[in-house]
Each structure stands twice: as C-alpha cells, then as structure tokens.
C-alpha cells in the first residue's frame, strides 16, 4: 500500500465528518475510541498527526471532495499527517482508495471502525490497514461508553442500514443491512448523554422507524414504544428522530406524537418524487396519494406538526410533466423545510444504467424551481410562528455579544438577546418576525425580570 512515508505512532488525531448525521455520531465514537486510546484531539486536521476524514458517498459530488481533501494535506514543510478515510467512501470503494490517493494510510468501512487502534498499529508498521469488513458482530459492543460531556442536543444511532433498495442508492451497499441496536443499549447510551449534559436526543438511523426490539420485559416494540420509555428520562426533554421511510410509519408511532409531550412536532418523511412512474422506477414502494394519505393522517393526531422531506430531480427518465407533479406534493403538503437533490448515478446502483439520463441544464432548472417552491412554503411556515410564545432550547452563541441561538420545537432557529440565559436551558420567547432561515424572538417578560 501506497506511500514511502513512514509514520511514529500517531499522538494527536482530527476526526472530520462528511454527509449524514450518522456520519456526525460516528465521527464522534471514533474520537471518543481515540482518546480512551491515549490520543489528544487536535483543532486542525493539518497539525494532527492522524486526520480521519470520515466520508459520505451518496452523491458524485461528496465523493470528490474526499479526494480533494486529501490531496490538501500537506504540509509546508514536505510531511503529511496519517491519513485515515473511514466511512461510506471508504466502504465503496476500499483498497481503491490507495491507489488512487498514494497519501492514504488507512481504509476503514462504517462498520469497522471500532478496530481502527490496530488499524493504526498496522500504517505505523508499513502494512497495509484496510477493513471494510461488515462483522456480524455490532461495533457498538466494542466501543467505549460515551465522553462525559456533551453539547445540549446530542445524535444517538438506534438503527443503521437499509433493506429498502431504492434503485438511485448506495446504501444499502455502503451501510449494510437494517440493523436494531437493543433497547437496553439505547437506554443506557441516552442515560449516559443526558448525564453529560444533553437535554435533546435525535435518535438517527437510515430507516429509524423501521426500529424493532425487546424491552426489559421480553415484549417486541417499535420506534414508538423506544419513545414512551425515553419520555420518562429524567433530564431529558425533547426527543426526534430521523430519517424515516412512508412504509414504516405506524398508527402507533403517530399517536406517540399526539401523546408524549417530549416528541417534537417535527417529521422527516422524504418522498423523493411526486410521480406515481417515477416512485415505481425508483422502487420506492409507495405511492404518490399512499405518501399523502400518510400525511393526512400524522397530520390528524398532531395537527402542528412541521413536515420535511428530501426530494431528487431528475431521476433517469423524469419528463416535465412527473417533476411538475412533484411540485405538486411540495404545495400539497406545505413542507416546513426540505432537501432537495439533482440526481447523481451512482456505480453499482440499479438507476445508473437506466435509459433517459437528464442532461445537467434541464437538471438545475428544475431544482431551481423545486427550491422556489420549497422556499415559499418554509417562509410561510415561518411567518405563521410570528406573535406566538414558544419554547426554545439554547444550542450556540449567535454572532452579537449576548445573543444566543435556539430551536424550536418545529426545528427553526431563533435568535434572541438573552444575556442570562445559557447554552442547554430551555427558554421562553415570544417570536418576533421570521425570515427563510429563520426568526428572531425576545425572552418574555417575566424570564426577562
Ligand atoms: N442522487 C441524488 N440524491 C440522492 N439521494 C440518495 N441517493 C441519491 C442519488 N443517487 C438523496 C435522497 C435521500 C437523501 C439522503 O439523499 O433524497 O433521501
Ligand atoms: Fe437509500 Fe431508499 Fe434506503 Fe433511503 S430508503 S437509504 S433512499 S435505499
């Protein structure tokens, strides 16, 4: 494997994390393991003597920026630090990844990077340190417990993979199978995060609702039995989670929203595409009014809730008149907030060697006119909070001294002046005015006193 350079034990690392939310929590566990290892963490990736960087491989473009990355650490001085790519890219493409970047030391896959100590041991011997391994064996077991400090709002992976095979996807390739962590884990890891100071918890997982497992009494429960149990943590207020799929949303799940007061009225439910031929081309498994139907009726058992959704233009064959339709669902359903994606081929994807490619023009106009319409609606969601009294929880210091920056139970940001307030308290404002990305709030006056 590839360089001349050989490496002394590494005593600093930078963990950088690309793409998901999951990428985040395992960006996390791997410094967490780093540090249990001895290793100091260092601000810049540059200094450090290992920088992980930890890669997203869903789209073209996430991926070419795994390799500029890497071919920019250099130093002035000739050397480089150890260079560890983990993650999805990582899992894709493996012993590739060296070849084509001659500077990578070591290759780990998601699944794979409780080991990355040996790994380390491997580079600094000159061997060759890949593991895109998927063990049967759950990582989670080998890893230490969480850090003792945590910021306000903290990510807790509960699910990982997907069995759904969306034919655009990669991954159920790169992240495996749909897997459950057990409920005693997931309690004990939300107990430690609240320990360490998180007042919120968004329990992520590719397909989190699709979440199955025994309780402490041998009864099988869903996402939302994980819900009830969490809601009586104490310390813990608020709960999320993301990303859900349309077929796994339960009754029992929505009513959980109706039900529990620490379940935030937010849903990320992505349905991709608006036409009945395309949801099919893509397998998605449901249907234009099926995903509306679904709306209907979340929207029955917690009539606040804000909705979000992940929508990609043109899919191989989309006519102007199947992404007219999913204009359609964007005002149809009022969306708070979305993510909106031009379409990437993906090597090994079912969609990659589909007929009717869309030329990159027609792709931009149309998520140019997607976005104005997702825009529209997240600014009348907005203004629609404008005048009411809500609860925020403090998460990051805004730009002017003494301001501070909170969500919503809907998930906007809000900036306020709360000079004695601080980060992780949950406040009371009166919501001011809101703009496309955000509002601005003042404390009430009774907290103000
Ligand atoms: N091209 C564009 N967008 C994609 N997504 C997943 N795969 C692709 C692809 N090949 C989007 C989907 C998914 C989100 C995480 O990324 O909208 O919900
Ligand atoms: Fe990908 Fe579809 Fe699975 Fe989501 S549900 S991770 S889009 S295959």
Redesign the pocket.
């Known amino acids: 494997m590839g360089p001349a350079m050989t490496h002394t034990p590494p005593k600093t690392f930078h963990v950088r994390s690309f793409g998901c939310q999951m990428n985040v929590y395992d960006g996390e566990r791997m410094a967490e393991l780093l540090t249990t290892q001895g290793m100091e963490a260092a601000p810049e990736g540059i200094d450090a003597d290992l920088v992980v960087l930890n890669t997203c491989h869903i789209r073209e473009k996430a991926v070419d920026r795994v390799y500029s990355e890497i071919g920019r650490l250099k130093r002035e001085d000739g050397t480089r630090p150890m260079v560890a790519v983990a993650g999805c890219v990582a899992q894709a493409e493996g012993a590739e990844i060296s070849r084509r970047a001659k500077t990578v030391d070591i290759v780990v896959g998601p699944q794979a990077y409780h080991r990355l100590p040996g790994l380390i041991d491997e580079a600094v011997a000159g061997r060759e340190a890949v593991d895109t391994d998927m063990p049967a064996a759950s990582k989670f077991e080998a890893l230490p417990g969480r850090a003792r400090r945590t910021g306000p709002s903290a990510f807790l992976t509960v699910q990982e993979g997907?069995d759904?095979?969306?034919t655009y996807?990669v991954?159920?390739y790169t992240r495996g199978a749909e897997v459950s962590r057990p409920w005693s884990a997931i309690l004990d890891e939300a107990r430690a995060l609240v320990d360490a100071g998180a007042v919120e918890l968004t329990l992520i997982g590719?397909?989190v609702n699709a979440w199955t497992g025994e309780d402490e009494a041998g009864r099988m429960q869903g996402l939302d039995g994980l819900a009830y149990a969490l809601d009586k943590l104490p310390g813990l207020a608020r709960i999320r989670y993301t990303?859900s799929?349309p077929n796994d949303m339960t009754q029992a799940l929505m009513e959980a929203h109706r039900d529990l007061p620490k379940l935030m009225p937010f849903l990320h439910l992505?349905v991709q595409s608006g036409s009945d031929r395309i949801l099919k081309a893509m397998n998605r498994s449901h249907s234009r009014d099926s995903y509306l139907r679904i709306i209907d009726r979340v929207r029955a058992a917690r009539p606040d809730i804000a909705l979000s959704g992940d929508f990609i233009v043109g899919f191989p064959g989309e006519t102007e008149a199947e992404f007219e339709e999913t204009l359609g669902i964007v005002h149809e359903t009022r969306y708070a907030q979305c993510f909106s994606f031009k379409y990437s081929s993906r090597p090994g994807t079912p969609a990659a060697d589909m007929d009717g490619q869309i030329a990159p023009e027609v792709m931009d106009e149309r998520l140019k006119r997607l976005q104005a319409a997702i825009n529209e609606h997240q600014l009348a969601f907005n203004q629609a909070t404008v005048g009411k009294r809500t609860t925020i929880l403090l998460e990051r210091k805004g730009r002017h001294p003494g301001q501070l920056i909170g969500k919503t139970p809907w998930l906007q940001s809000v900036h306020v002046e709360a000079a004695h307030a601080r980060i992780g308290d949950l406040i009371e404002v009166d919501i001011l005015s809101a703009g496309p990305n955000s509002l601005a709030g003042a404390v009430t006056a009774q907290q103000a006193a």
Request: proline fraction near 17%; hydrophobic fraction near 15%.
């Open positions: 997907c759904k095979f969306c996807c991954v159920p590719q397909n990303t799929h992505p």
